[in-house]
């Protein structure tokens, strides 16, 4: 079956430093999107990749989707302290309905 | 506000009980989902509804249920509590079905099984 696997699982990053999550799969992926939950929240939609080898940015976030559509990654540049939370990447199978969520990447930024 | 309401916000039971968690998805979103986070836990996928179908199932215990009514909010059933079932439940719509679709999650129903 599909695996994929999301890693790091846990990132401690000072304030300014630069930070990347990365899901890698086995298999090749339609789309991947990419949802970001703050402490105590629930998860909020960020970006949505679909074409081999798409970059998108977003302020201070990168964005890219690999050239096999099999890896994808989220870039933060100087990271701020309202960047903490746990990142995840969310994918489904070739014509399934399930939207799966990776484990995620929980980011912790230190003043 | 994602515009997808879920109730209750916080609910305590004890074990071998019965609850039923509520979602309203945003106005005109005809799929809905249910997901599990526990502690530390990933999100895991239960469940999800087009227009009132179930289109996937996922890691969802028998003793769990949940159906999509005619005005398209759904309800989540669980029975038979155990102390694992202690989650944080999370309802998503989105407007059509399947991948590509944004997902809009509500605030979450905290469920503590003692």
């Known amino acids: 079956g599909q695996q994929v696997m999301q890693i790091p699982q846990y990132q401690h990053v000072q304030e300014g430093e630069d930070f990347t999550t990365y899901c890698n799969s086995s298999?090749?992926?339609?789309?991947i999107q990419w949802y970001k939950q703050r402490p105590g929240g629930h998860p909020v939609f960020l970006i949505q990749?679909?074409?081999?080898?798409e970059v998108k940015k977003q302020k201070r976030l990168t964005f890219q989707f690999g050239e096999a559509k099999k890896n994808s990654s989220l870039h933060i540049t100087a990271t701020q302290t309202t960047d903490v939370g746990t990142y995840f990447c969310?994918?489904?199978?070739?014509?399934?309905?399930?939207?799966?969520f990776g484990k995620g990447t929980k980011l912790s930024v230190i003043p | 506000d994602s515009g997808v309401t879920q109730t209750p916000k916080h609910l305590i039971t004890a074990t071998g009980q019965r609850v039923t968690l509520r979602c309203s998805p945003r106005?005109?979103?005809?799929?809905v989902y249910w997901y599990q986070q526990s502690l530390d836990q990933g999100l895991q996928f239960l469940i999800h509804?087009?227009?009132?179908?179930?289109?996937a199932k996922g890691n969802i215990l028998e003793r769990f249920s949940a159906q999509q009514f005619p005005d398209l909010h759904s309800e989540l059933n669980l029975s038979s509590l155990e102390l694992g079932d202690s989650a944080l439940y999370f309802c998503?719509?989105?407007?059509?079905?399947?991948?590509?679709?944004?997902?809009?999650f509500g605030e979450g129903s905290w469920l503590t099984v003692v």
């Open positions: 998503a719509s989105s407007v059509v079905e399947g991948s590509g679709n944004t997902i809009y």
């Open positions: 106005s005109g979103d005809l799929s």
């Open positions: 990749l679909v074409k081999s080898g």
């Open positions: 509804y087009y227009n009132g179908e179930e289109r």
């Open positions: 969310v994918y489904s199978g070739a014509g399934s309905y399930q939207l799966t």
């Open positions: 298999t090749t992926l339609s789309n």
